[in-house]
């Protein structure tokens, strides 16, 4: 007898695991950037998906799934890319037709729960087919041609990059304002003083609310031939009082203080949000000619940018360090110029994370920058 009911409780539990077993489909996500439109999914663990495409058309076909109600209003998003979206339900199998702009490349790949997201995640991304290299390098305005060739070589390119973006939000601030959306406005004030200077060009390697790859961030750099790179970020840790702000060099061996290599390693896996991009073996030997090269002027030049833009950062608030920091940070290692990552103040700090939302505020740190970066031609 007790074995019959153990066998019965079994496989009542049996039972119920199975018809709990449907993937729920917690959240969507939608990411338009001028290179791809990013479709994110909230799911279980090991959801079963299948994509057709059709011309203008693709159709996302996920088995044993649980809609939910919030998720359901959240699909119907509209871009440069989607047109329409239509939802068609036979028994489990839930079928997303996705009407399109144009044929895109469609890649899919699932990712793993982390500190940011709790549950595993489907990953559709549409490229653009054509023009894709375009997306990286910015023309030149057609005035700019007509200037005699000496001037145009003189002038200073500068590539502005807004830290994380998209499904890496950055740290998140005590009030829940995210890294991502201050650093973005601060590098749009810092961009338009600097295209409003004689001689000075300034590009930006993302423009709205999407992830762009660290090793494409350097690749901008690279393609638009700039001559210094500043990455923006706002700092975070577990305390609320710490303060001001830090400037960070690359240094080849990576951090000099366990603090930086905390900071290193944060900022480091953010590349799991996009996609890895295969290895080029010839790149990485022309890379490191490159890096050989240069290494040692543009960690001095790099070291000289820092101090100067601290010594403007000590006049409008606090700094977290005296001196200009050296780390290893993906995005600081690009080859032949001079980069530096600005952590501008800490979002954690309830103090802070008020000046950083404040439009008066953000401008005073761009300009702070922006004077750094004049000293450092000077
Ligand atoms: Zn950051």
């Known amino acids: ?48 998906f299948s994509i057709k495409q059709k011309s203008n058309q693709f159709t996302l076909s996920i088995r044993n799934a649980k809609l939910l109600k919030e998720t359901y209003k959240k699909l119907f998003y509209t871009d440069q890319r989607i047109n329409k979206t239509r939802v068609k339900r036979e028994d489990t199998t839930y079928q997303f037709k996705f009407k ?3 044929q895109y490349l469609i890649k899919s790949y699932t990712l793993k729960p982390n500190d940011k997201y709790q549950h595993h995640r489907l990953v559709v991304d549409l490229y653009n087919q054509k023009n894709q290299a375009n997306t990286l390098v ?31 939000s950055g740290a998140v601030g005590y009030k829940r304002s995210k890294e991502k959306r201050i650093t973005l406005r601060i590098a749009k004030k810092l961009a338009k003083k600097i295209n409003n200077t004689k001689g000075m060009k300034a590009f930006l390697t993302r423009r709205g609310d999407y992830y762009v790859g660290l090793t494409k961030r350097i690749r901008i750099a ?22 001001g702000a830090s400037v960070y060099t690359l240094s080849e061996r990576g951090g000099s203080t366990k603090f930086a290599r905390r900071l290193e390693n944060s900022q480091n896996t953010s590349d799991q949000f996009g996609v890895k991009q295969p290895r080029n073996s010839k790149d990485q ?92 031609y000077k």
């Open 138 to 168: 910015k023309k030149p305005k057609k005035t700019l041609i007509k200037k005699p060739i000496s001037k145009q070589y003189s002038q200073k390119i500068i590539l502005l990059d807004a830290g994380h973006g998209g499904e890496d």
């Open 285 to 376: 030997y022309l890379n490191k000619i490159l890096w050989d090269l240069s290494r040692k002027d543009r960690d001095i030049q790099s070291q000289k940018l820092g101090a100067k833009i601290l010594k403007e950062m000590s006049k409008i608030g606090h700094l977290h360090k005296k001196k200009p920091q050296k780390a290893g940070f993906v995005v600081l290692k690009t080859p032949a110029i001079p980069s530096v990552l600005v952590e501008t103040a800490f979002i954690s700090n309830p103090e802070e994370e008020l000046r950083l939302n404040n439009n008066k505020e953000q401008d005073k740190i761009a300009n702070a920058i922006y004077q750094g970066i004049l000293n450092y």
């Open 222 to 243: 690279q393609a638009n031939k700039a001559s210094l790179f500043v990455s923006i970020h706002a700092d975070a840790v577990k305390s609320r009082h710490a303060k």
């Open 1 to 48: 007898m007790y074995r019959l009911i153990s066998l019965l409780i079994g496989l009542f539990f049996l039972n119920s695991a199975f018809a709990d077993n449907r993937t729920t489909l917690y959240d969507f996500r939608f990411w338009s950037s001028p290179e791809r439109t990013r479709i994110v999914i909230d799911v279980d663990q090991g959801v079963r």
């Open 100 to 102: 399109l702009q144009d």
